[in-house]
């Protein structure tokens, strides 16, 4: 079992920068891949960013460039640094882990066992 609790969002103007934590129980947190997705009032949740075990990194396009995903296994913490904000980055931002075994595929929200409570990131313009 692991339990991922969010930090870091808030308030911000378009063109701020944010930065979330995603801390996880547990000792396997190094076993892990973990993910950050996010949802928008009235849409569905979506994939933002995700690093594997051993630190790979991908970024939905409309994120690239602006937000940056990393990880401390010492710490058991992933983060999103999130950097020239937009209006249309406000929402709920979730972190997940996915557990190891199988094909990871990083933006299939399926595979992600274990979910924060999630963080609200809003934007103004």
């Known amino acids: 079992q692991v339990q991922l609790v969010e930090s870091g969002g808030g308030l911000v103007q378009a063109g701020g920068s944010l930065s979330l934590s995603c801390a996880a129980s547990?000792?396997?947190?190094?076993?892990?891949?973990m993910g950050w997705f996010r949802q928008a009032p009235g849409k569905e949740r979506e994939p933002v960013a995700a690093i594997t075990r051993s630190a790979g990194t991908f970024y939905v396009d409309s994120v690239k460039g602006r937000f940056t995903i990393s990880r401390d296994n010492a710490k058991s913490t992933v983060y999103l640094q999130m950097n020239s904000l937009k209006s249309e980055d406000t929402a709920v931002y979730y972190c997940a882990a996915d557990p190891p075994g199988g094909t990871y595929v990083p933006f299939r929200q399926s595979g992600y066992r274990y979910w924060g409570q999630g963080t609200q990131v809003t934007v103004s313009s």
């Open positions: 547990g000792r396997t947190f190094s076993s892990y891949h």
